[in-house]
């Protein structure tokens, strides 16, 4: 790649300029995210897993130092666009994550765009390849994720709606990544997701891919998607004690999940309060309706 390149996408070229390393890391995220993807504060705050009124803050200091150091926002020459790749994938994956909760806007198909256009750029790179697939695997389910405006979760959907041929791309790209020899958060997702979506599901595998994520990253959600993977194989007890480890107490899927496992091993009263306070944290329709689906099924019974 010579200083010559071209960015393949205007959108994309914006967001490697927001990439300035005079921001702190987490601005150089989420500035993208709110000018560029149109995901309001809130939803960049669940993403950070921080209250609405500190990234509020965040942002408002991160506008403030551009304008008060004269910050030019200018496209890297080619040679360093891999130094704010970083970055860059972390925007294109949080605006692909966010878009499942039935936004406005639908940010899945555009960050796949966008994830296409890295992989355009730098082709040789096993992260860029591995984000890509890991976003093609999981729209190749997007056909059966609702139903009746319910999610339907991922054991109770229609497999004939799945789209084979965006699953085969995703695999041929996760191959292409692994193919590099290096392992990197996106491609262990993205392998965790390719399991998912095999019958029978490996569930020993499926834990030690996250087990080995969680030691990269130190992130507590990695962790509490080991804790499903754990109550697969020892029973929920054990899934159990895994999230009760976790200080995740604004986020709406650590209770939902906490839920599910608390009513797998029947400690029903403590599941239903779990699922009352993951559908408060709820802002989306379709999540609503399912976990308020699941809040009446977990009702106490009155004698």
């Given at each position: 790649?010579?200083?010559?390149?071209?960015?393949?996408?205007?959108?994309?070229?914006?967001?490697?300029?927001?990439?300035?390393?005079?921001?702190?890391?987490?601005?150089?995220?989420?500035?993208?995210?709110?000018?560029?993807?149109?995901?309001?504060?809130?939803?960049?705050?669940?993403?950070?897993?921080?209250?609405?009124?500190?990234?509020?803050?965040?942002?408002?200091?991160?506008?403030?130092?551009?304008?008060?150091?004269?910050?030019?926002?200018?496209?890297?020459?080619?040679?360093?666009?891999?130094?704010?790749?970083?970055?860059?994938?972390?925007?294109?994956?949080?605006?692909?994550?966010?878009?499942?909760?039935?936004?406005?806007?639908?940010?899945?198909?555009?960050?796949?765009?966008?994830?296409?256009?890295?992989?355009?750029?730098?082709?040789?790179?096993?992260?860029?390849?591995?984000?890509?697939?890991?976003?093609?695997?999981?729209?190749?389910?997007?056909?059966?994720?609702?139903?009746?405006?319910?999610?339907?979760?991922?054991?109770?959907?229609?497999?004939?709606?799945?789209?084979?041929?965006?699953?085969?791309?995703?695999?041929?790209?996760?191959?292409?990544?692994?193919?590099?020899?290096?392992?990197?958060?996106?491609?262990?997702?993205?392998?965790?997701?390719?399991?998912?979506?095999?019958?029978?599901?490996?569930?020993?595998?499926?834990?030690?891919?996250?087990?080995?994520?969680?030691r990269l990253t130190g992130s507590p959600v990695v962790e509490m998607n080991r804790a499903v993977a754990v109550?697969?194989?020892?029973?929920?007890?054990?899934?159990?004690?895994?999230?009760?480890?976790?200080?995740?107490?604004?986020?709406?899927?650590?209770?939902?999940?906490?839920?599910?496992?608390?009513?797998?091993?029947?400690?029903?009263?403590?599941?239903?309060?779990?699922?009352?306070?993951?559908?408060?944290?709820?802002?989306?329709?379709?999540?609503?309706?399912?976990?308020?689906?699941?809040?009446?099924?977990?009702?106490?019974?009155?004698?």
């Amino acid at each position: 790649m010579d200083d010559a390149a071209a960015v393949p996408d205007e959108r994309l070229e914006l967001i490697f300029a927001c990439r300035h390393p005079a921001l702190a890391a987490e601005a150089q995220v989420a500035l993208p995210l709110r000018a560029l993807c149109g995901l309001s504060t809130d939803e960049i705050a669940l993403a950070f897993l921080v209250p609405p009124e500190t990234m509020s803050k965040r942002l408002t200091r991160a506008k403030r130092k551009i304008r008060d150091a004269g910050i030019p926002f200018a496209v890297p020459p080619g040679h360093r666009l891999p130094d704010r790749l970083a970055a860059v994938l972390s925007v294109v994956y949080l605006s692909s994550n966010q878009g499942w909760g039935g936004g406005s806007v639908d940010l899945p198909a555009e960050a796949i765009h966008l994830g296409r256009a890295l992989a355009a750029l730098l082709p040789d790179e096993p992260e860029v390849l591995a984000l890509l697939a890991l976003m093609l695997l999981h729209d190749a389910r997007r056909a059966a994720r609702l139903r009746d405006g319910r999610i339907v979760t991922l054991d109770g959907q229609d497999r004939t709606l799945w789209d084979e041929r965006q699953i085969d791309e995703g695999r041929a790209l996760l191959r292409r990544a692994m193919a590099r020899g290096r392992t990197g958060p996106y491609l262990l997702q993205a392998a965790i997701a390719d399991l998912y979506l095999r019958e029978p599901r490996d569930w020993r595998q499926i834990a030690a891919l996250y087990g080995t994520f969680a030691r990269l990253t130190g992130s507590p959600v990695v962790e509490m998607n080991r804790a499903v993977a754990v109550a697969e194989i020892d029973g929920p007890e054990a899934g159990l004690a895994v999230l009760d480890r976790l200080d995740l107490e604004h986020y709406r899927y650590f209770h939902s999940t906490r839920a599910e496992l608390l009513h797998r091993a029947g400690r029903g009263d403590e599941a239903h309060r779990a699922f009352r306070r993951a559908l408060a944290l709820t802002r989306t329709e379709p999540e609503r309706r399912f976990l308020a689906g699941r809040l009446a099924e977990t009702a106490p019974r009155t004698p």
